[in-house]
C-alpha cells in the first residue's frame, strides 16, 4: 500500500520557540496577503473559484511522488510558483496556507508547531520571493513557450533551494544534534535541486496549457488586474484532472523516502523516525495530541486499516473536498467587502 510521503517538516526537528516564531511570521504573511487581496480589485466572483479548485488541485498534485533516480529518493510539487502563476503573489500565499493547514490538521501531515515552518519553507521562499524575483521579470518581456520554462525553471529551483536551506537552518537554530549543519545541507540542497527541476517542468507544462486555453487568465495574475473571460472551462478541467490525480494516480506514486526524510534519513545513518530532543517532548508529544485529534484520515490511510489501498483513494477526494470548500471560503470571505461596495 502506497502512503504519500511528503516534505512537510515533523515537530521533532524544531525547538518550540523557533516553530512559534515561524508561527508569527507566517501569520504576518497571512495577515497582509488577505490586506493586499481584500484591496485587490482582480478578486472577482470569477477568481473565488479558480482559488478553490486550484487550492484542490495543488493538495492533489502533493500527493504524487515522483521517484529521483539513483538516490533511492522521491520529490514532489510544492505548487506554490504554480498558484502564483495562475492566481496572483497573495491569493497564492492564502491558498497554499489553506492546503497545508488541511494536511496538517486533517492528515497528520506535518507537525502543528511546525506549520508556520512548512508555510514559510514551502509556500513563502517561492511565492513571496523567487516569483517576484525570476518568474514575473523573465515572463513579462512576453509569453512564449521558452520563457515559460526557463521562468518555471528558474524560480521554482531557486524557491526549493531556499525552502531547503531554510529547513536546515531552523533546525540548526534549534539545536537538533542529530541533524549537524555541514552534513544535512550537503544532502538537502542536492536532492532539492533535482526535485526542484521536475517540479519547475510540470509547472511550465501546466503554464504552457493555460495560457493556450485562456492566456487572458495569466496575463491577468501576472499584471494584478481583472482577466475580464470565463474561466469555466479551465476550473472544470482543474477539477476534473483533480479528481483523477487525488482519486487513481495517487496510488502509483513512488513510496521512496521525500527529499527531507531522505536526506534526515542519510544524516542519522537511521531508516528510524527521528525523535525530538529530550527537552522539547513534552511540547511535541501535546501538539502531536492536538493532530491526533483532529486527523480524520492519518498519513492519508484509514485509521487502523492503513494497508487498505482505498484509504489514500478517499484521502485524496476527501483532502481536494475540503481544499475547495476552505480555499473558497478564505476567497469568498476576503472579497465579501467589495461586493458590499458594489451592491451599495
Known amino acids: 500500500m502506497h502512503t504519500p510521503v511528503l516534505m512537510h517538516m515533523a515537530d521533532a526537528l524544531l525547538a518550540p520557540s523557533v516553530g512559534i516564531v515561524m508561527m508569527i511570521v507566517a501569520a504576518a504573511a497571512l495577515a497582509y496577503s488577505v490586506y493586499r487581496v481584500k484591496k ?103 509569453f512564449t513557450n521558452g520563457r515559460a520554462f526557463l521562468a518555471s525553471i528558474l524560480a521554482c529551483e531557486v524557491g526549493l533551494q531556499l525552502g531547503a536551506f531554510c529547513v536546515v537552518l531552523e533546525t540548526w537554530i534549534s539545536g537538533i544534534t542529530a541533524l549537524p549543519f555541514g552534513t544535512f545541507v550537503g544532502l538537502m540542497q542536492p536532492i532539492h535541486l533535482a526535485i526542484g527541476l521536475v517540479e519547475g517542468v510540470v509547472t511550465g507544462l501546466v503554464v504552457v496549457f493555460l495560457h493556450q486555453v485562456r492566456p487572458e487568465l495569466l496575463e491577468a495574475a501576472l499584471e494584478n488586474k481583472s482577466a475580464g473571460v470565463s474561466a469555466k472551462k479551465v476550473i472544470v478541467t482543474l477539477a476534473v484532472v483533480t479528481v483523477v490525480v487525488a482519486g487513481a494516480l495517487s496510488l502509483v506514486a513512488s513510496s521512496n523516502p521525500d527529499g527531507l526524510e531522505w536526506a534526515i534519513g542519510k544524516t542519522t545513518q537511521s531508516e528510524e523516525e527521528l525523535e525530538p530532543e529530550a527537552k522539547y517532548a513534552a511540547a511535541a508529544e501535546k501538539a502531536g495530541a492536538v493532530v491526533d485529534a483532529t486527523a480524520i484520515l492519518p498519513d492519508y490511510a484509514f485509521a487502523g486499516d492503513e494497508e487498505n489501498p482505498l ?34
Open 40 to 142: 485587490d480589485s482582480t478578486l472577482t466572483e470569477q477568481k473565488v473559484p479558480l482559488m478553490a479548485v486550484m487550492a484542490a488541485f495543488v493538495f492533489a498534485a502533493q500527493m504524487i511522488n515522483f521517484t529521483i533516480p539513483g538516490t533511492g529518493s522521491s520529490g514532489h510539487l510544492c505548487g506554490g510558483m504554480l498558484l502564483a502563476a495562475v492566481l496572483g503573489q497573495f491569493p497564492a500565499v492564502l491558498s497554499l496556507s489553506v492546503v497545508l493547514i488541511i494536511q496538517c490538521l486533517f492528515f497528520a501531515d506535518g507537525g502543528l508547531l511546525a506549520i508556520g515552518c512548512n508555510i514559510f519553507n514551502m509556500g513563502l521562499c517561492a511565492i513571496l520571493i523567487a516569483y517576484p524575483l525570476i518568474y514575473k521579470p523573465i515572463m513579462k518581456k512576453g
Open 311 to 344: 484509504g489514500t483513494t478517499v484521502s485524496g477526494l476527501v483532502g481536494g473536498a475540503i481544499c475547495v470548500v476552505l480555499a473558497g471560503g478564505v476567497a469568498w470571505l476576503t472579497s465579501a467587502k467589495k461586493r458590499r461596495k458594489v451592491n451599495a
